[in-house]
Antibody, heavy 118, light 109 residues
């Protein structure tokens, strides 16, 4: 079955760069039509799409965060990595990765809470 | 891209039907049949309930249905049950990515 699991630091300081890893199983990151997206959710607030990467390595980013985000994948390791630079307390959120086909997110990881605080 | 607009809250009694709207623009909801809906219970990851406007993933109750008219998509839940109480989010393809709505809290009275 398809599963995804996020990992990364739970606490980062303002201005630091955070690297989040999404390890996937049950599908290949090179399967035609598949993409993996990152979505975040600040405590008590709405979901916000951040980025996704297609099976063919094409990438898309949220316009408002594009300058701070980099998404990549390692097919051999079954993982997708998201880096976000210049972290700020407003970036405190649960970060989810999700499997997508056709721009809907059918499978989600459990999420990882990243807190930005000095 | 702006977030899609959803009502902050809706409520209904068990057995009733409710509808949650999701209003976008001609650049997103109105231009693509790529609207999806997610249910999220407290402390849990979102769950896909509807994709491509009106399709239900395997395992999702047929009490959940989706539709679209112009720039507004809708999620209807019929025969409300206590377990339906949750937050609901719409999402649309916007040409260069996806965008989520602000979320709607459904209360089952």
């Amino acid at each position: 079955q398809i599963t995804l699991k996020e990992s990364g630091p739970t606490l980062v300081k303002p201005t630091q760069t955070v690297t989040l890893t999404c390890r996937v199983s049950g599908f290949s990151l090179s399967t035609n039509g598949v993409s993996v997206g990152w979505i975040r959710q600040p405590p008590g607030k709405a979901l916000e799409w951040l980025a996704f990467i297609y099976w063919n390595d094409d990438k898309r980013y949220s316009p408002s965060l594009k300058s701070r985000l980099t998404i990549s994948k390692d097919t051999s390791k079954n993982q997708v990595v998201l880096t976000m630079t210049n972290m700020d307390p407003v970036d405190t959120a649960t970060y989810y990765c999700a499997h997508s086909r056709g721009y809907s997110y059918g499978y989600w990881g459990q999420g990882t809470l990243v807190t930005v605080s000095s | 891209q702006s977030a899609l607009t959803q009502p902050a809250s809706v409520s209904g009694s068990p057995g009733q039907s409710i509808t949650i709207s999701c209003t976008g623009t001609s650049s997103d909801v109105g231009n693509y049949d790529l609207v999806s809906w997610y249910q999220q219970h407290p402390g849990k990851a979102p769950k896909l309930m509807i994709y491509e406007v009106s399709k239900r993933p395997s395992g999702v109750s047929n009490r959940f249905s989706g539709s679209k008219s112009g720039n507004t998509a809708s999620l209807t839940i019929s025969g409300l049950q206590a377990e339906d109480e949750a937050d609901y989010y719409c999402c649309s393809y916007v040409g260069s990515g996806t965008s989520f709505g602000g979320g709607t809290k459904l209360t089952v009275l």
